[in-house]
């Protein structure tokens, strides 16, 4: 027999049995290891490739697929759909990220930010409130194609009696995530959060397919290859959850709002985009209520709405968004946000804000070029 008549025969005995129950006999794993083996083994991956299917299904419906490779902390990252970002590719070596968009050719710098690593926030999901709800069928609609990097060979598994199924409560009791862990491979491999406000429910569905583990890329795979005629901006993003580094990294006044127990400072964050400057600042109860206070620098030309409140002689909008509320205003060249639950702590942190940062002021002119033709990291990582 010749080899290809013997590959396709094996793949041929392999797609037939995929669908099977389990044998006669074979012992029911325990949930807690199942849940432990796909962290560790998601945790001790080295490298692997997939395409990443995102799916958001309520008041906006859309779906994003893009192709995404990673070893060692570098990402490659390349859109497929929809159209309108289609091959615009996002590469990172771990210290910074390279976006870069062949339609406009544009590419943006931004220091200190990596892209998503789907594997393992899908592996974060198995937390431990996640809850066993034993193996799943195959009109759950779950199936995963495993493929050889570079090939054209794949197999679908999972498409029956397999995946392994956990489900999670939020600190909010109206949103629901549920895990799908495959079971040949023992990895999380599809994610499903359902959130439910008002009258509103949405629905963010995550999915690899053609997963590759443990692949072999090219040397250029992690390098960004932008032409030397794009139009290049940098960017800076700072996060940190020590309040003297937020202050030492922004080119503007950091606001300090007097925030009420039992809200403490969690952490902030500093993103410097081209001429613009924006501080957001995160507070934190034990029960995981946020409240969040943001400046942005120059301010936002967009006209406001909402609930006029005057504060100390400061006009504030008051705005109600889905089961969010938050106060708005403009001030001495900068926009402020109060998000957060409770129309009197916003107005009351808002008021804490208008004293204070009219002492303060709005500090240096926030760093960032645009400049065509040049980039500020070197179009290959390895150089």
Same mark, same amino acid.
């Given at each position: 027999?010749?080899?290809?008549?013997? !590959?396709?025969?094996?793949?041929?005995?392999?797609?037939?049995?995929?669908?099977?129950?389990?044998?006669?006999?074979?012992?029911?794993?325990?949930?807690?290891?199942?849940?432990?083996?796909?962290?560790?083994?998601?945790?001790?991956?080295?490298?692997?490739?997939?395409?990443?299917?995102?799916?958001?299904?309520?008041?906006?419906?859309?779906?994003?697929?893009?192709?995404?490779?990673?070893?060692?902390?570098?990402?490659?990252?390349?859109?497929?759909?929809?159209?309108?970002?289609?091959?615009?590719?996002?590469?990172?070596?771990?210290?910074?990220?390279?976006?870069?968009?062949?339609? *406009?050719?544009?590419?943006?710098?931004?220091?200190?930010?990596?892209?998503?690593?789907?594997?393992?926030?899908?592996?974060?999901?198995?937390?431990?409130? !996640?809850?066993?709800?034993?193996?799943?069928?195959?009109?759950?609609?779950?199936?995963?194609?495993?493929?050889?990097?570079?090939?054209?060979?794949?197999?679908?598994?999972?498409?029956?009696?397999?995946?392994?199924?956990?489900?999670?409560?939020?600190?909010?009791?109206?949103?629901?995530?549920?895990?799908?862990?495959?079971?040949?491979?023992?990895?999380?491999?599809?994610?499903? *959060?359902?959130?439910?406000?008002?009258?509103?429910?949405?629905?963010?569905?995550?999915?690899?397919?053609?997963?590759?583990?443990?692949?072999?890329?090219?040397?250029?795979?992690?390098?960004?290859?932008?032409?030397?005629?794009?139009?290049?901006?940098?960017?800076?993003?700072?996060?940190?959850?020590?309040?003297?580094?937020?202050?030492?990294? !922004?080119?503007?006044?950091?606001?300090?709002?007097?925030?009420?127990?039992?809200?403490?400072?969690?952490?902030?964050?500093?993103?410097?985009?081209?001429?613009?400057?924006?501080?957001?600042?995160?507070?934190?109860?034990?029960?995981?209520? *946020?409240?969040?206070? *943001?400046?942005?620098?120059?301010?936002?030309?967009?006209?406001?709405?909402?609930?006029?409140?005057?504060?100390?002689?400061?006009?504030?909008?008051?705005?109600?968004?889905?089961?969010?509320?938050?106060?708005?205003?403009?001030?001495?060249?900068?926009?402020?946000?109060?998000?957060?639950?409770?129309?009197?702590?916003?107005?009351?942190?808002?008021?804490?804000?208008?004293?204070?940062?009219?002492?303060?002021?709005?500090? !240096?002119?926030?760093?960032?070029?645009?400049?065509?033709?040049?980039?500020?990291?070197?179009?290959?990582?390895?150089?």
């Amino acid at each position: 027999m010749r080899p290809r008549s013997r !590959a396709l025969l094996v793949l041929a005995v392999l797609v037939a049995g995929a669908g099977c129950a389990a044998l006669p006999g074979d012992s029911q794993p325990n949930p807690a290891d199942v849940r432990q083996n796909a962290v560790s083994k998601v945790d001790a991956l080295d490298a692997y490739a997939a395409t990443v299917h995102v799916r958001l299904n309520g008041s906006l419906n859309q779906t994003v697929t893009y192709r995404v490779a990673y070893q060692d902390g570098r990402t490659n990252v390349t859109y497929r759909s929809p159209e309108r970002v289609a091959g615009t590719r996002l590469v990172s070596n771990g210290t910074a990220t390279v976006q870069y968009d062949p339609r *406009t050719n544009r590419a943006t710098v931004t220091y200190g930010t990596t892209p998503t690593h789907p594997l393992a926030s899908l592996a974060g999901m198995l937390d431990g409130n !996640a809850t066993y709800e034993g193996e799943t069928e195959a009109r759950d609609g779950f199936a995963v194609e495993y493929a050889v990097e570079g090939g054209d060979a794949s197999l679908q598994v999972g498409a029956g009696g397999g995946p392994y199924q956990f489900v999670s409560k939020g600190a909010d009791v109206n949103r629901t995530t549920r895990v799908w862990v495959d079971r040949d491979r023992g990895i999380p491999v599809k994610a499903r *959060t359902v959130s439910a406000f008002e009258n509103t429910t949405q629905r963010l569905t995550v999915e690899l397919t053609n997963v590759t583990l443990s692949p072999t890329f090219a040397d250029d795979r992690f390098d960004p290859n932008v032409p030397a005629s794009a139009t290049v901006t940098t960017n800076r993003v700072v996060t940190s959850d020590d309040i003297a580094a937020i202050r030492a990294n !922004a080119s503007v006044s950091v606001p300090t709002p007097d925030v009420p127990a039992p809200y403490e400072f969690e952490d902030g964050m500093v993103v410097s985009y081209g001429n613009q400057t924006t501080v957001t600042l995160t507070y934190a109860t034990p029960n995981d209520t *946020t409240l969040l206070v *943001t400046k942005r620098v120059p301010a936002s030309e967009r006209a406001g709405s909402g609930e006029r409140i005057d504060v100390s002689g400061t006009t504030v909008r008051y705005v109600e968004d889905g089961d969010r509320t938050q106060v708005r205003w403009t001030a001495d060249g900068a926009t402020y946000t109060v998000t957060g639950d409770g129309r009197d702590l916003l107005v009351a942190v808002a008021e804490s804000l208008v004293a204070g940062e009219a002492s303060a002021g709005t500090g !240096a002119t926030a760093s960032g070029t645009t400049r065509p033709g040049t980039v500020s990291v070197a179009t290959c990582f390895s150089d």
